[in-house]
């Protein structure tokens, strides 16, 4: 995670973000806060990343890697405005000993990556349409190993794959259906039998944008309706206010980069 030190919204790059609403910045730290510590009484350990300033999105730090069985496979992003992300974040790797690779193609790590290590002998997959080149899904293929499907994301407020789908434990998902063109919505089908659906009105509240560690799934509080969702499927809703991060198009998943090693 990074502490959203230097976050505003002084840019527009999605739907969510508008430049005439002053982000509350106290309130945006106390925010982060509550989630960094949220996750560490539930168990996990959460390492950070120094903010720089002059990158505001950095709190977003899902998106800049997507690592997996101890490789990481680096972001380079579609916008020059968080173009130096990428090397905050390759910093942090090559300094913690993590096998780094450096892309080629335009990805956005984790905001269009996720891994399912229990589904279908371990997938990846992968969005496109928006931020993603599809060239990069077949460049983190043979960086990391393991298959990857791609899925053409088709709303433009659902930018990233982690707007609108979610890994829930090690095997299943919950997604949005219409982020996803018809075909794509075929292949999830086929793979996700059992999958969470979410409505139009979850994916708004960023209830997608959720981490799960297989057991507790933390949401937004506006997620309301898809925590009930992900109970009635057998996970425990956690929830935390994240109000100041989706004035810049993000929740709870865009500030977490998950560690796989």
Known sequence: MCPPEHFTVEYAINPWMDITVPV???LAVKQWDLLRNTLVELGHTVHLLDPVAGL?????AANGAFSVDGTVYGARFRYPQRADEADAHRA????TDWKYETPEHVNEGEGDFTYLPGAHGGVILAGYGFRTEPAAHAEAQEMLGRPVVSLRLVDPAYYHLDTALAALDDHNVAYYPDAFSAASQRVLAQLFPD????DRADAEAFGLNL??????VILNTEAAAMGEKVRAAGYHPVHV???ELKRGGGSVKCAVAELRP
Do not use: I, K, Q, W
């Open 92 to 95: 942090f790797y090559t300094r």
């Open 211 to 216: 981490v799960s560690d297989g057991r507790h």
């Open 56 to 60: 505001p999105d950095m709190v977003y």
């Open 241 to 243: 206010e994240l109000t």
């Open 24 to 26: 509350d910045a106290a």
């Open 195 to 198: 999958a969470v659906l979410a």
